[in-house]
């Protein structure tokens, strides 16, 4: 019999996964949106299988290229094991974005009219647990003199709203530019992908709440890392991407430390 505590089960387990917790890599990956299980009380938050498994469910690839990369740097990485369609966890609870109601051409009825006990419970059950725990992470390798790279990884839609996006990989920051511009560099003469600054999003489009929460308000290094999810959906996709990004960290970070 399931045991019931707030918005999750005791089977569902911890809402955040920590993979490499003891590592000594300065990095520090973080994927916001790497599921799409729901959890059990919101059902299908009365959407379709076609959206359940679509892009507004997730970031597809994203968790496989951080796994890799984690792999290769021997970097922790910190995820959250829920969908974005329950709480986006790039997103602060103040914000409409956090339990959207609409996502794309999609209507999300399960997010409609909640109540301010219902966003509580997912913010106590998702948001803060997820951010505590990089907090926490962050703090321990601090009082240990370890550094810390903030580096967050997402994947985005070729179309969006029927507009096709050229950018193949985004290299996204918010006030603090200094491994994006040292990763820009690096990457100025691949052939490889299409790289671009603050594509397809941008900080106006609030999407660099992570970054600000661990990474700007300590004074940390930090980057986001957008990746085009058709260029991710197989094994062999995800791991040239996570080498190429890879490369971009290792020949970024030495010059900046």
């Not at 917790?21 to 300065?26: L, Q």
């Not at 301010?116 to 907090?135: K, M, S, V």
């Not at 550094?147 to 994947?155: E, F």
Request: negative net charge; contains cysteine.
């Amino acid at each position: 019999m399931l045991v019931q505590s707030g918005l999750l089960t005791q089977a569902e387990g911890d809402p955040v996964a920590v993979v490499r917790g003891d590592s000594r890599s300065a990095v520090l990956l973080v994927c916001e949106h790497a599921s799409r299980t729901l959890p059990q009380r919101l059902g299908t938050l009365g959407l379709s299988d076609e959206a359940l498994v679509s892009h507004i469910a997730w970031d597809p690839g994203a968790l496989a290229v951080a796994q890799i990369m984690s792999k290769s740097l021997d970097a922790t990485l910190v995820y959250q094991r829920f969908s974005r369609l329950a709480y986006d966890c790039n997103r602060p609870p103040e914000a409409p974005g956090a339990m959207p109601v609409t996502s794309e051409i999609y209507e999300i009825p399960g997010n409609r009219d909640l109540t301010d006990e219902q966003r509580d419970e997912r913010t106590d059950g998702l948001y803060r647990p997820f951010h505590d725990r990089i907090a926490a992470i962050v703090a321990e390798r601090a009082a240990r003199g370890q550094k810390t790279v903030i580096v967050t990884m997402h994947s985005f839609t070729p179309v969006y709203n029927g507009v096709a996006r050229a950018v193949e990989i985004g290299i996204l920051h918010d006030t603090d530019s200094r491994l994006a511009d040292a990763m820009l560099d690096a990457a100025a003469g691949t052939d490889l992908y299409r790289v671009a600054r603050n594509e397809p999003y941008g900080p106006q489009d609030g999407v660099t709440h992570s970054l600000k929460l661990h990474g700007l308000a300590n004074g940390l290094l930090n980057v986001m890392i957008e990746v085009r999810n058709d260029l991710i959906r197989d094994e062999n996709g995800q791991g040239v991407a996570a080498d190429f990004l890879t490369g971009l960290l290792q020949e970024s970070l030495p010059a900046l430390s």
